[in-house]
């Protein structure tokens, strides 16, 4: 079945950096939008970004817009998430998400999940 595996995740002090991969197996990437989730202890889910292989567009939660860049490479079918001047509060669990022919950038919802990565930011 149609793997995705989250990665890259760890512990990092505030204003640090850490780039986050999502590998798929048995899909083929330009055919998916792909999303970035994140789940903080006592939270739901919330997004935090999405890129459309479509035709290449984007968004960003405003919470880490101008901090945290999206981008995916097909020949590898792996997504990333740049993460730059983390904050305490971005501390929570990365699930990454395909939704196959999606109409949306951000899907309303998705086919695959990840496991998630767990990302923690120090004071």
């Known amino acids: 079945e149609v793997q995705l595996q989250a990665s890259g995740g760890g512990l990092v002090q505030a204003g640090g950096s850490l780039s986050l991969a999502c590998a798929a197996s048995?899909?083929?990437?330009?055919?998916?939008?792909i999303g970035w989730f994140r789940q903080a202890p006592g939270k739901g889910r919330e997004g935090v970004s999405c890129i459309s292989r479509s035709d290449g567009t984007t968004y960003y939660a405003d919470s880490v817009k101008g901090r945290f860049t999206i981008s995916s490479d097909n020949a590898k079918s792996t997504a990333y998430l740049q993460m730059n001047n983390l904050k305490p509060e971005d501390t929570a669990i990365y699930y990454c998400?395909?939704?196959?022919?999606?109409?949306?950038?951000?899907?309303?919802?998705?086919?695959?999940w990840g496991q998630g990565t767990q990302v923690t930011v120090s004071s």
């Open positions: 048995e899909i083929t990437f330009d055919d998916y939008a």
């Open positions: 998400a395909a939704r196959h022919r999606a109409p949306l950038v951000c899907p309303l919802t998705y086919d695959y």
